[in-house]
């Protein structure tokens, strides 16, 4: 499907959703599950975690649909959304105890024909594993979201509230630190 098919498709949903129509929940579930799974078992390293979000993303998805205005971009608006929840459950876990992960993101992806799941598989995916942890927060997701869920700057932009010149600068400095943190491991 082409890059205009697909919008043209998320544009129809979006109708769809407005108009209170069960099956065009379960369509963006079907399409958009996916990459919103990928980019939060990259941002969890946890499988199980990531599909309670993924769920929980979906289920505001439903309660919100009659309020999405008709220009939404919903995979940006879910995308928004699963962070979102990513960052409120890990401000809550390290209130309660210490991050831990048992399972690492190599182990724990389920789609090995995207990109990033081959590279996690890879002595060098594992590499970049460990220099993404190193990232802040705010540096590693905007590194995930142009790689996993494919975002473009101008849309992470619009997504974030800023400019697109201070995503691309952000996006920027994000990607020469994790190129300085591969270069010590090298």
Known sequence: ???????????????????GR???????????RP????????MTRDTALAEDLTQETFIRLARSAPRLAPDTRLDAWLFTV???LARDHFRW???HRALTSDTSVAESLTRPETPFARLATSQTGRRVELALAQL????????????????????????????????????SRARARLLALLEQTA
């Open 35 to 42: 990459r919103v799974f990928s980019l939060l078992v990259r």
């Open 93 to 95: 876990r390290r209130l």
């Open 136 to 171: 802040s927060d705010d540096e590693r997701e905007l590194l995930l979201s142009v790689g996993v869920s494919g975002s473009t700057p101008s849309e992470l932009a619009r997504t974030l509230g800023l400019s697109a010149e201070v995503v691309r600068k952000r996006l």
């Open 82 to 84: 699963a962070r979102n």
């Open 22 to 32: 069960r099956e065009a929940l379960d369509r963006a579930f079907d399409v958009l």
């Open 1 to 19: 499907m082409s890059a205009a098919e697909h919008s043209d498709e998320l544009r129809v949903l979006v109708a769809g959703l407005r108009a």
